[in-house]
């Protein structure tokens, strides 16, 4: 069964860093778009980060250009979020996502920003 399984997150004060990860089960996940989403309380899931598999471009939402970065490592099936300069308004779940051929999810990893 096709697994995605983040870790990394937990509880930081505001202006601190994180940096989840997210491990694929199978080496399929290589030729995929990887990204990471969030969902805050009361809020809509919304993607923030995504890296496409062939040359590895990235693309940010607004809220986080600048301080979060988005990275892959294809030999690890494994996709990175460095999270830097952390607000209370990126307190939220985050979700890996991989899209390719299918879309898959995992069960995702809460951040919580302190101010």
């Known amino acids: 069964q096709v697994q995605l399984v983040e870790s990394g997150g937990g509880l930081v004060q505001t202006g601190g860093s994180l940096r989840l990860s997210c491990a694929a089960s199978e080496r399929t996940f290589s030729t995929y778009t990887m990204g990471w989403s969030r969902q805050a309380p009361g809020k809509e899931r919304e993607s923030v980060a995504y890296?496409?598999?062939?040359?590895?471009?990235?693309y940010y939402a607004s809220s986080v250009k600048g301080r979060f970065t988005i990275s892959r490592d294809n030999a690890k099936n494994s996709v990175y979020l460095q999270m830097n300069s952390l607000q209370p308004e990126d307190t939220a779940v985050y979700y890996c996502?991989?899209?390719?051929?299918?879309?898959?999810w995992g069960q995702g990893t809460q951040v919580t920003v302190s101010s």
């Open positions: 890296i496409t598999w062939s040359i590895g471009s990235a």
């Open positions: 996502n991989a899209v390719g051929p299918s879309e898959y």
